[in-house]
């Protein structure tokens, strides 16, 4: 065989085994794409609350949580995004310092982000980006005759980060996760201070009651610790959620700090094609 056709030969091979490579990290990505990971969470823990625009003192007490997440792979960046989606409801009874007035509280949040996926060293992720969503709720007042309610909605852009690490015990394999979340521009729906919802919404009385948000006049964390341990055939999650809300807009002042325990479970989930050659184990 000569010289030039060892060559080509050659380089016809390489480009087989590249041609092979490429193929298969394409077939491997496409299936991690079809992997989902759904968790739902029940938590109750403790929080102060405080709104001025209904009481000028700090209430405590008791919260009960829900939270919905999912995430899955993309094909954006050679699946190096991710995304993920919480649906979280809360509802709260906290007292006034001296037990005569209760705040009874209830807040609904959907929120949606997109993150990076770096892998620095064997079983940790690190993930960065940005988040977005909105969040609707109201406070009631029981002892206020005037005024005896605040409607709450506001939406913003937050960046968040999240590391997961995975690692083997007793010959199973766990993950613990912490994310953080941190809103850096927004908007927030706020009376003005001493004005009343018939103002508003009867008399028309326009004052400044859509705000612009930041960093600045609303530092809010959210905080996200879990712990995946195997359970039998499935997967247990437990956590901490170290949730902060503050703003100080209208010259009303807000805050809410919860700290839960939360406990649930994982499930994840693989999309079946109707091409694919086995569909007809899952599809009718």
């Known amino acids: 065989m000569q ?3 060892r060559f080509i030969l050659y380089i016809t091979t390489i480009a087989a085994f590249i041609n092979l490579f490429a193929v298969e990290k394409a077939a491997a990505q496409e299936d ?14 403790a929080t102060n609350r405080l709104e001025t625009y209904l009481s000028p003192f700090e209430y405590t007490g008791t919260e009960v949580r829900f939270l919905h997440e999912s995430m899955r792979l993309t094909k954006m960046m050679n699946g190096r995004i991710s995304t993920q989606q ?4 809360n509802m709260s009874i906290s007292r006034s310092p001296s037990h005569d007035a209760n705040f009874l509280a209830g807040d609904f949040d959907w929120r949606i982000a997109w993150h990076y996926n770096w ?42 980060a999240m590391a997961v690490y995975r690692f083997t015990l007793l010959n199973r394999l766990f993950a613990v996760r912490y994310q953080f979340d941190m809103p850096l521009i927004g908007l927030m729906f706020s009376p003005a ?5 018939y ?33 039998g055939s499935g997967t247990l999650r437990i956590g901490w959620r170290g949730d902060i809300r503050q703003s100080h807009v209208n010259h009303l002042k807000s805050h809410t700090w919860s700290n839960l325990f939360m406990i649930g479970y994982v499930k994840h989930f693989r999309l079946v094609k109707h091409s694919d050659g086995d569909s007809h184990k899952y599809i009718l």
């Open 86 to 89: 919480f649906f979280e409801g």
């Open 32 to 45: 991690a794409n079809r992997y989902t990971m759904r968790s739902n969470m029940i938590g109750i823990g």
């Open 193 to 197: 201070f001493g004005q009343s919802y």
């Open 199 to 231: 103002e508003m919404f009867s008399l028309g009385h326009y004052d400044h009651n859509v705000c612009a948000t930041w960093a600045g006049n609303a530092p809010t964390f959210r905080n996200l610790l879990t712990l995946d341990a195997p359970l």
């Open 3 to 5: 010289l030039k056709e």
């Open 119 to 160: 892998e620095p060293a064997e079983n940790l992720r690190i993930l960065g980006g940005l988040q977005t969503g909105a969040s609707i709720g109201t406070v009631y007042n029981t002892r206020n005759g005037n005024n005896p309610a605040q409607a709450k909605f506001s939406t913003d852009i937050a960046a968040s």
